[in-house]
């Protein structure tokens, strides 16, 4: 079973849809949870931190289920700049991360 | 933020001659860098741990000796591709970790011809 799972994707949604992203991962040891976003032929950039306790920066919402190992990335009102790959990572202590799949998203006019 | 810059941003090589990528953390030290591959289509792959002043850790199947790394200051990290062969063509990416968030190189794409 690998590390961190996504959805397998592409999501193609037109402008203005909510699209959700789920994620599993199997080491219930991880300690810390993100969501990356990537643009093709470029680096990783951090999109947001997840919290057990839920956080929001504007349009998006992050989710961190521990029980359930589960992570989740909801996107509210999609722009045409959000099309990118995004990447449920996890994270330890001292900066290792491991890497899921990366969920495709096109949005569309 | 945090600024890592990776250099060269792109190169091409013939089969085998080695290639030297550079990894700078710019505005914070850091004892420990990462160096990921990513080929097409697929996630980041983690190669191995970059320690400053010691050995690097090398995941499960990454010969230490194809890809020798140096991390002698507590600013920069290189990755050396020795003996490049075309299965070696991916994209190289390094990390560094400047609490809470870890920061990117802009990345090396790899081409050997």
């Known amino acids: 079973r690998k590390e961190v799972e996504q959805d397998p994707g592409p999501f193609n949604v037109p402008e203005g849809a909510t699209v959700a992203f789920n994620c599993t991962y199997s080491n219930s040891a991880s300690q810390s949870f993100f969501w990356y976003r990537q643009d093709c032929r470029k680096e990783p950039k951090l999109l947001m931190s997840v919290y057990s306790s839920g956080n929001e920066d504007g349009r998006f919402t992050a989710q961190l289920n521990r029980a359930s190992q589960y992570i989740s990335l909801l996107i509210r009102d999609s722009k045409l700049s959000d099309s990118a790959t995004y990447l449920c990572v996890l994270g330890t202590s001292y900066g290792k991360l491991t890497f899921g799949q990366g969920t495709i998203l096109t949005v569309h006019p | 933020g945090a600024v890592v810059s990776q250099h060269p941003s792109w190169v091409i090589c013939k089969s085998g001659t080695s290639v030297k990528i550079e990894c700078r953390s710019l505005?914070?030290?850091?004892?420990?860098m990462f160096w990921y591959r990513q080929f097409p289509k697929q996630s980041l792959m983690l190669m191995a741990t970059s320690n400053e002043g010691s050995k690097a850790t090398y995941e499960q199947g990454v010969e230490k000796d194809k890809f020798l790394i140096n991390h002698a200051s507590l600013t920069l990290s290189t990755l050396t591709v020795t003996s490049a062969h075309p299965e070696d063509s991916s994209f190289y990416i390094c990390?560094?970790?400047?609490?809470?968030?870890?920061?990117f190189g802009q990345g090396t794409r790899l081409t050997v011809v």
């Open positions: 505005d914070f030290q850091a004892t420990t």
């Open positions: 990390s560094a970790m400047d609490r809470p968030e870890a920061f």
